[in-house]
């Protein structure tokens, strides 16, 4: 199992993605990479659309076979879902949800378990924020954002869901 902050990952900044993202050189496995990314993508839009999170991230478990890849193509995976979601049309506040859901299939194909974490703000109506925490520790996300929400509701499988 691969250490996150061992290997070069270290606590991301609060810079955009693709200014953290470096491509390592060559482009081994990059077009199967796009193409199974893409294609969880397109099934991640209709399933949170008619399934319960803890389902949804059930899904993600069983179909990324853990261990199926190496913890060496983090950082073009890492390029190749900010890019995915960079589809016109799509408002950039609402893109936490599927980022983090793409996240975690990564993390399980690399043999780590991601928790899904949803945040909601009771005081605004339909906000809320959608990270992903490795071993307890928030996974390309500032410490200031989870921070937001600092009441836990429950766990339900993968899925934690927290409160401000």
């Not at 491509?23 to 319960?52: D, E, N, S």
């Not at 992903?132 to 993968?158: I, K, N």
């Amino acid at each position: 199992m691969p250490d996150l902050e061992r290997d070069g990952y270290p606590e991301p900044e609060s810079r955009p993605l693709e200014a953290r993202v470096i491509l390592p050189a060559g482009k081994r496995h990059g077009a199967r990479l796009w193409w199974a990314l893409w294609r969880v993508h397109w099934a991640i839009g209709f399933r949170v659309a008619r399934r319960p999170l803890p389902d949804v991230m059930d899904w993600l478990a069983r179909r990324a076979r853990a261990g199926s890849w190496d913890a060496s193509l983090l950082p073009q995976a890492l390029f190749v879902i900010e890019r995915i979601l960079r589809v016109p049309g799509d408002r950039p506040h609402t893109l936490c949800l599927p980022r983090s859901l793409l996240l975690c299939y990564t993390l399980f194909r690399m043999g780590l378990s991601p928790r899904l974490n949803v945040g909601v703000d009771t005081s605004a109506q339909e906000h809320g924020h959608a990270w992903v925490t490795v071993d307890g520790r928030p996974f390309m996300e500032s410490r200031d954002q989870p921070a937001a929400f600092p009441l836990f509701l429950h766990d339900s499988g993968w899925v934690s869901y927290w409160t401000n």
